[in-house]
Nanobody, 115 residues
Framework: QVQLVESGGGLVQTGGSLRLSCAASGSIFSISVMGWYRQAPGKQRELVADIMRAGGTTYTDSVKGRFTISRDNAKNTVYLQMNSLEPEDTAVYYC?????????WGQGTQVTVSS
């Protein structure tokens, strides 16, 4: 089984920054995509960003220019640098990994942005 451990969530003020980390371990042979989803209270889960093995990235429109996803392939770790945070970014953030058509999820980390 693949295990994903998230860290870096917390409480920040509007305009602040936070960096999330997600480290994968276990039976990993080939990682296609790593990324982040988030789910806010009363809202559906949405894709925030993802990154391919070679480095290509995708962002949802609401975070473009503020968030940056990166990846350390040697450490099987994905990061999400979040700048200029807004209250609307408040959510539980879940990292995920796709390998051989299967998707694995982290436990989630709470991000709260106060105004």
């Amino acid at each position: 089984q693949v295990q994903l451990v998230e860290s870096g969530g917390g409480l920040v003020q509007t305009g602040g920054s936070l960096r999330l980390s997600c480290a994968a371990s276990g039976s990993i042979f080939s990682i296609s995509v790593m990324g982040w989803y988030r789910q806010a209270p009363g809202k559906q889960r949405e894709l925030v960003a993802d990154i391919m093995r070679a480095g290509g990235t995708t962002y949802t429109d609401s975070v473009k220019g503020r968030f940056t996803i990166s990846r350390d392939n040697a450490k099987n770790t994905v990061y999400l640098q979040m700048n200029s945070l807004e209250p609307e970014d408040t959510a539980v953030y879940y990292c995920y990994l796709s390998s051989y058509g299967r998707v694995f999820w982290g436990q989630g980390t709470q991000v709260t942005v106060s105004s």
